[in-house]
């Protein structure tokens, strides 16, 4: 699997988070205390040094590009994550893209600007949580990437329906989130998420077992693989 454009789109990120923290450093005070946790509803529940406010997250999404540039390396079942590769990419980007959009606005925040990060998380997450909706069901069984159960990772059947119902519970989640973060606010739309994708994932656990249970092909797909 090739890992440049996931190299190059993850740097091009991390690089843009970087010139905003250089941009904002000389403007922001040194023994400055930034905001770094928000309660639900928007308020702020912790601060840090000025060094971890601006360089915490880069430092974090260089980590990540890092991380999804090594595991094509080290997994064992290489030609199905090589087949999977646009789920992998547009997903490892989208989480790429929430780390830098909550770092733009913990930057403008430390700057002064009333942002409101909850509802920037939020609405983040819920992308984040369609795009891996949309792009779950095209991912192929590996040990790294995907829904993995002992039941998806042994029969090839239980992957492809399990990862059928995942992406439709994690696109309704996402979908779900931002509008209700949009009509009803950041505390409501937190609990959407939560007890959507709980009750979602129960049920893909439950039915990646049941598919495994009823495939005949399993005990041969686990041992061969």
Request: one cysteine or more; hydrophobic letters at 55%.
């Given at each position: ?9 993850g ?8 010139v ?8 922001i ?5 930034i ?5 639900p509803?928007?308020e ?11 360089l915490g997250?880069p ?5 990540l ?7 094509p ?12 590769a646009?789920?992998y990419l547009?997903?490892?980007t989208?989480?790429l893209?929430?780390i ?6 913990i930057?403008?925040?430390a700057?002064?600007?009333?942002v ?6 939020l609405?983040?997450?819920?992308v984040l949580?369609?795009?891996v ?7 192929r069984?590996n040990w790294f990437?995907?829904?993995r ?6 029969s090839?059947?239980s992957?492809?329906?399990?990862h ?8 309704a989640?996402?979908?779900?989130v931002?509008?209700t ?5 950041s505390?409501?739309a ?19 077992y ?13 041992a061969?693989?």
């Amino acid at each position: 699997m090739k890992v440049r454009p996931l190299v190059v789109v993850g740097g091009a990120i991390v690089m843009a988070m970087l010139v905003t923290s250089a941009w904002a450093w000389p403007q922001i005070p040194a023994d400055a205390r930034i905001p770094l946790d928000w309660g639900p509803s928007g308020e702020v529940t912790g601060y840090g040094p000025k060094w971890l406010g601006l360089l915490g997250l880069p430092a974090g999404a260089l980590g990540l590009v890092a991380l999804l540039s090594l595991v094509p390396r080290i997994e064992p079942r290489r030609a199905n994550l090589a087949r999977s590769a646009p789920a992998y990419l547009a997903i490892g980007t989208a989480g790429l893209g929430l780390i830098g959009a909550i770092h733009l606005a913990i930057v403008l925040v430390a700057l002064g600007n009333e942002v409101d990060i909850s509802a920037v998380a939020l609405i983040g997450s819920g992308v984040l949580c369609a795009v891996v909706g949309n792009f779950l069901g095209k991912t192929r069984s590996n040990w790294f990437f995907g829904i993995r159960t002992p039941w998806t990772l042994t029969s090839e059947l239980s992957w492809t329906r399990t990862h059928r119902l995942g992406g439709w519970v994690f696109l309704a989640a996402g979908v779900l989130v931002v509008l209700t973060t949009l009509l009803l606010g950041s505390a409501v739309a937190l609990w959407v998420m939560f007890g959507t994708l709980g009750i979602g994932l129960v049920a893909v656990f439950a039915y990646s077992y049941l598919v495994w249970r009823d495939d005949p092909a399993r005990e041969r797909t686990g041992a061969t693989r």
